[in-house]
């Protein structure tokens, strides 16, 4: 998989290759090496080398380990697989080299070094997880064809296993009893709010480099009214009897700017607004798809099936129409389980967009949104549950809070193309949680702009299919 040209993947000969370091059958010291050979031309298109030892603790282990004291090496390709499923592909260009490893509390850490080299220069998007689940099983059972010595006997292999049954039955119950704690914490709903969305980008792929950005603001039902009059006049005051009908910022003139942006950072922490800005770089936000790609298919030979190219050529993926949606879901299934166990129901108000294939998007956003939050429900509460919700499109004339939205989000993407944040945005902090995607495509939340690790978000299973998902919602 390239981000360029694509080879014909019928041309390419995938070599691997075990090459051991020692001839002592209970030390981890292993380099696993893939080449990635264009075959009539007989040239080495991209290499993967995989340098896989163990510590001291681990290495005590193994030689009393009744199985892996015959040879090891089995130990090294699991533990490859769970760090190639954890980091799921890696983007190299040229030369990359990557440490890592896996650690397990009673045993020790298996350490790993990777070294990817890119012959052809085009960048690389390496499938670790394919790799994960044709070479190291394709490894494994070579081990064992050609050192058969070295295989569990019958009676070791009936213990494992019943000791895995009860090991996964014992988390299936305790998985259980906590979501039976959790279920209490459900509310009837007692409060409402209502949530406006605004954007700030371009929903195209063009420039994958570029930045989407919107911003929903969470406004009190009981707070909506003056919080309306509030914007509202806010045209008089900065305008007169020249005032416009609604207030984009990007229209604004220089010399309104800063009282305009002080007066909706005053209004949003006097009203006590809340805030999610959600800044999608177009590329990262690929990366996390295609890892949930990867993870709806975690048993499939290829997990990851599909070539950034191939979205952008085929027609048939409906990008611009999924990443519409995308943007929806993500708000619409990040705030449910919050809003249940605050006894909160919602109505989401979205600026129209101009086409009508968008404003479908949206709403089939929000649908898909309701599906995933059923999902996250079930996973944490054990119970089928959303809250009440509601979804409409509104024009920003009409609905004066989506003004809010439109400034913040068109301050975000500015700062992502590196403009320093008004004063009046820096005030309005305390009242907003960022959400964006890193450089591998994991999900974060932070208090801070850009900032990444005040938590982590897990790649839900998402598989990225041909065909128009609005029709296909009707």
């Known amino acids: 998989m390239v981000l360029g040209v694509m080879i014909d993947p019928k041309d390419i000969y995938e070599s691997c290759q075990q090459f051991r370091k020692t001839d002592r059958p209970d030390i981890l010291d292993d380099l696993l090496e893939i080449n990635f050979i264009h075959v009539p031309t007989d040239k080495v298109l991209k290499r993967a080398r995989f340098y896989v030892t163990a510590d001291v603790p681990t290495t005590d282990w193994i030689r009393k380990h009744p199985t892996f004291k015959n040879g090891c090496w089995p130990l090294g390709l699991m533990n490859l697989h769970q760090w190639f499923w954890k980091i799921k592909f890696v983007e190299a260009q040229g030369q990359f080299e990557i440490d890592g490893g896996i650690f397990d509390p009673k045993v020790g850490k298996t350490l790993i070094h990777a070294e990817f080299e890119d012959f052809e220069g085009a960048g690389w998007l390496v499938p670790l997880v394919n790799i994960a689940n044709t070479h190291l099983l394709d490894q494994l059972r070579q081990f064992y064809k050609d050192d058969p010595k070295a295989f569990p006997d019958p009676a070791r292999i009936s213990t494992v296993m019943d000791e895995e049954l009860k090991k996964r039955a014992k988390q299936r119950k305790a998985t259980e009893i906590e ?16 949530i406006f969305i605004d954007e700030s980008g371009d929903v195209g792929f063009g420039a994958v480099n570029d930045v989407y950005v919107y911003a929903p603001v969470a406004v009190r039902d009981e707070n909506y009214g003056p919080v309306v009059a509030d914007l509202k006049g806010l045209l008089s005051k900065h305008w007169g009897d020249q005032a416009p009908k609604e207030i984009h910022m990007s229209a604004v003139p220089a010399s309104k700017r800063e009282a305009i942006q002080n007066d909706f950072a005053r209004i949003i922490l006097e009203n006590d607004i809340r805030v999610l800005c959600f800044g999608m770089g177009k590329w990262p936000l690929l990366k996390h798809l295609f890892r949930c790609h990867a993870e709806a298919r975690f048993h499939e030979e290829m997990p990851l099936n599909i070539a950034w190219g191939d979205l952008v050529a085929d027609k048939d993926y409906f990008l611009q129409a999924n990443f519409l949606a995308i943007t929806v879901e993500e708000v619409v299934a990040g705030l449910a389980i919050d809003f249940l166990v605050n006894g909160i129901s919602a109505d989401f108000h979205h600026d129209r967009k101009h086409r009508v294939w968008m404003n479908n998007a949206l709403e089939h956003g929000f649908k898909k949104g309701i599906e995933t939050a059923r999902k996250h429900a079930e996973s944490f509460f054990g119970i089928s549950v959303v809250p009440p919700m509601t979804f409409a499109v509104a024009d920003s004339e009409n609905e004066p ?49 850009g900032g990444y690790g005040d938590e982590v978000l897990p790649d839900l299973p998402r598989e990225i299919v041909r065909g128009d998902p609005i029709a296909k919602s009707i």
Do not use: M, Y
Not at 181 to 194: G, M, S
Not at 423 to 438: H, M, P, S, T, W
Not at 444 to 449: K, N, P, V, Y
């Open 179 to 194: 979501q039976l704690k959790r279920q209490p914490l459900i509310k009837k709903p007692e409060h409402k709010v209502r």
């Open 401 to 449: 809070c989506l003004w809010l939205s439109d400034w913040l989000a068109n301050e975000l993407r500015a700062w992502f193309h590196h403009q320093p944040l008004s004063v009046a945005f820096e005030k309005a902090k305390e009242n907003i949680r960022f959400v964006g995607f890193d450089e591998h495509g994991v999900k974060h939340t932070s208090r801070e702009i």
